[in-house]
């Protein structure tokens, strides 16, 4: 049990196909973020929540969708994606002020075919 | 802006063998450093950290020393076992900065029995 759970683990979907990722931490944190984790590329920051609203969205194509309904859920919506975004999301939490650590989950492996 | 730099793998070595993983940081002011682990199909975990300069961190026989004045942050173990193979990544969290957390690449690696 990390403390930050996703679902989906796995998700094959199809270019023109809707699908969310989620996820929760049981924390206690008051921030929370995506990750595009590709094959042979840096760790890339996607989305920054800091108090349920977005702080950093870095240049993300408007296909990937961020929602943070409260400081313990975060989704990221999908559509119409292309087989490059095709990789591992993280989703991790933290809490700010503190230069405390993030605390990760285990990853949506996602296929765009 | 803030960088981590760290050794490119992949690394493999013999079980039993002294590992070191070098990892040097740009940032400005006092950044808190971490080591995280990522092993096979899990998300990252974060192994140890040290928050000052000459700080200590250690875990799990790991050790890595937040050395200011070569700004570097080298990760070592005496004797590494099969269930080290993972990829271990260098970040830094600047103080007084924006929360995020800046990686390095991630380095590889395996241990042979």
């Known amino acids: 049990e990390t403390g930050v759970t996703q679902t989906p683990r796995h998700l094959v979907m199809g270019m023109t196909n809707k699908k969310s990722l989620k996820c929760e931490q049981h924390l206690g944190h008051n921030a929370m973020y995506w990750y595009k984790q590709s094959a042979k590329k840096p760790l890339e920051l996607m989305f920054v929540?800091?108090?349920?609203?977005?702080?950093e969205n870095n240049s993300v194509p408007s296909r990937f969708s961020p929602e943070c309904p409260n400081s313990s859920h975060l989704f990221l919506h999908l559509h119409t994606l292309q087989p490059e975004d095709s990789a591992l999301y993280l989703c991790?939490?933290?809490?700010?002020?503190?230069?405390?650590?993030?605390?990760f989950g285990n990853g949506t492996r996602l296929t765009v075919t | 802006g803030d960088s981590v730099t760290q050794m490119e793998g992949p690394v493999t070595l013999s079980e039993e063998a002294f590992l070191t993983i070098n990892c040097t940081y740009t940032a400005t002011g006092y950044p808190s450093l971490f080591w995280y682990v990522q092993y096979p199909g899990e998300g990252l975990q974060l192994l140890l950290k040290a928050t000052k300069a000459d700080d200590k961190g250690s875990n799990k026989g790991f050790e890595a020393t937040y050395r200011k004045e070569t700004t570097s942050f080298h990760l070592e173990k005496g004797s590494v076992q099969v269930s080290d193979s993972a990829v271990y990544f260098c970040?830094?969290?600047?103080?007084?900065?924006?929360?995020?957390?800046?990686f390095g690449t991630g380095t590889r690696l395996t241990i042979i029995p």
């Open positions: 929540y800091s108090l349920e609203e977005r702080v």
């Open positions: 991790a939490s933290s809490q700010t002020g503190s230069n405390s650590p993030l605390h």
């Open positions: 970040a830094l969290i600047r103080r007084g900065g924006n929360e995020k957390l800046t």
